[in-house]
């Protein structure tokens, strides 16, 4: 659904990578990109002025990060942002302290609340209660049975009047429901309710009136992804008439824009908490604000690196490692275990070395590294003497051979490892005071 959106968030960062530094002008740009992307998707103004001016505030007053380089710092701001506008932590259904929990599903006509039913009692179910479906849509020809099919489906007992009683009375259905599902020990009770086409008072009146005959813990505002910048003034509509507690959004797996949803929490205060993307009753399931983001952002990896990268990051360590190069020293098999011990943190070699820009022969050097490699090199550093540690050039034949004894190794990853190493050195030396962007503290990689 945010393929476009998604595309062009990419671009705009693209055009960052490889910056040093970003300047004012940078970051104006970035932000002017950005803002056209979330236009272009549909997202509501309303909502993308306070989003580009917080990434604005934000990166021009962000600190020179030493985990992150420029690019990543602002993907990082977006991604926060991203995730406060969709709601920041994710919400979970509130339930009864005294059973029935009660649901009530409240949007227009065709929003997928009949659907959007069946797969709520299917995921309830799932998760070890006991829902009932009610059938409070007595408008709608057909509602009733469409309910019957989709709970049969779902394997949740639907509650509906009897048949050939036609018109009804949506309220009266809804109350007697209540005590049916408590009778009959049902823990959970989901009531469709009616839609129509467009917004009206009757319609809104109806709903009012089911909200106050079974007091729901979670009024649910169904809502079609697809409806563009309809979505805002529909929610707003809902807020205003029947009032709601939560959003689900349906069909994300259409391929229109899909952006005004996205600002529908923003908009009207109220959490995304649900998200359906298909017909299937499988087709559904809790909304992250972090997984979406990243999902939007196209880029699981790279935020994950950003975090590992931040976590592993130890600052001092890398500044002395910066001052040990600076100053000329030379660079010693303890500081290659520093090295090891900090990669490690930061999870997987190649993956990372795949998100750094440029960085394409040492990542061929590195896919040969893995984790148990590291454990070797580990064993074999710490099996030698600090002398020899500080000068491998006085490692004979026997002080490997004892080495290798005293690691658990063959002689031939001793000397393979002195080989790198050797290398590692030459490679810090040719680079100078340069460093890796990205990757500061691992001169060595
Ligand atoms: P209601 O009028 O609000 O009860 O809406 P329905 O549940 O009857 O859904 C209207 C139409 O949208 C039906 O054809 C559903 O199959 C379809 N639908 C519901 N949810 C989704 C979804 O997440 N994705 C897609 N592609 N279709 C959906």
């Known amino acids: 659904m945010f ?4 595309d062009r968030l990419a671009a705009t960062f693209k055009s960052l990578r490889g910056k040093g530094r970003l300047s004012e ?3 104006d740009a970035t932000c002017r990109e950005i803002r056209i992307a979330l236009l272009e998707a549909d997202v509501a103004l309303a909502a993308v ?11 021009l007053g962000a600190e020179v990060s030493q985990a992150l380089n420029p690019a990543q710092q602002v993907i990082k701001i977006v991604n926060e942002e991203l995730i406060k506008i969709l709601g920041g932590e994710t919400r979970r259904l509130r ?3 005294q059973p029935p929990t009660v649901i009530m599903l409240a949007g227009l006509q065709g929003a997928g609340k009949t659907t959007l039913a069946g797969k709520l009692g299917r995921w309830l179910k799932s998760n070890g209660h006991a829902p009932m479906l009610v059938a409070a849509d007595l408008q709608r020809p ?4 469409q309910l019957q099919v989709v709970g049969e489906r779902a394997g949740v007992p639907v509650y509906a009047p009897e048949p050939g009683n036609g018109v009804g009375d949506p309220v009266k259905v809804a109350r007697d429901s209540i005590e049916y599902a408590r009778a009959k020990q049902h823990d959970v009770v989901v009531i469709d309710t009616a839609g129509r086409l467009g917004i009206d008072e009757e319609l ?18 169904v809502l079609d992804a697809m409806i563009g910048q309809d979505a805002v003034t529909t929610a707003q509509a809902f807020l ?19 952006g005004a949803a996205l600002s529908v929490a923003q908009l009207t205060g109220r959490q995304v908490m649900f998200a359906s993307n298909g017909e299937k009753l499988d087709d559904f399931d809790v909304f992250h604000p972090d997984r979406m983001a990243s999902r939007i952002l196209g880029m699981g990896d790279m935020l994950s690196l950003i975090e590992q990268a931040e976590k592993a990051f130890d600052a001092q360590q890398a500044e002395e490692m910066a001052k040990k190069l600076m100053g000329g020293d030379s660079f010693t098999l303890d500081d290659f275990l520093v090295q090891m011990e900090q990669i490690r943190k930061m999870g997987s070699l190649s993956k990372i070395m795949g998100m750094l820009p440029g960085m394409g022969e040492m990542k061929q050097q590195l896919n040969q590294v893995d984790d148990k490699e590291i ?3 580990q064993a074999i550093i710490r099996s030698m003497t600090p002398q020899e540690r500080r000068d491998p050039k006085i490692l004979n034949g026997s002080r490997r051979a004892r080495i290798a004894r005293g690691s658990g190794v063959h002689v031939s990853a001793v000397n393979n490892l002195l080989e790198r190493f050797t290398e590692a050195q030459k490679m810090m030396k040719s680079m100078g005071r340069g460093g890796i962007p990205g990757l500061p503290g691992m001169p060595g990689f």
């Open 240 to 258: 205003d008439g029947v009032g709601f507690d939560g959003v689900v959004l349906t069909k994300l797996d259409g391929d229109a824009r899909g």
């Open 142 to 145: 057909n509602a009733v049975t």
């Open 3 to 6: 393929d476009t959106l998604s």
């Open 204 to 221: 809104m009146r109806q709903a009012a009136d089911i909200r106050d005959a079974v007091g729901p813990q979670e009024i649910l505002f």
């Open 375 to 377: 454990d070797r090199v």
């Open 25 to 27: 002008e940078d970051i």
């Open 95 to 97: 339930f009864a302290k």
């Open 49 to 59: 002025r306070p989003f580009v001016a917080a990434v604005k505030e934000r990166a």
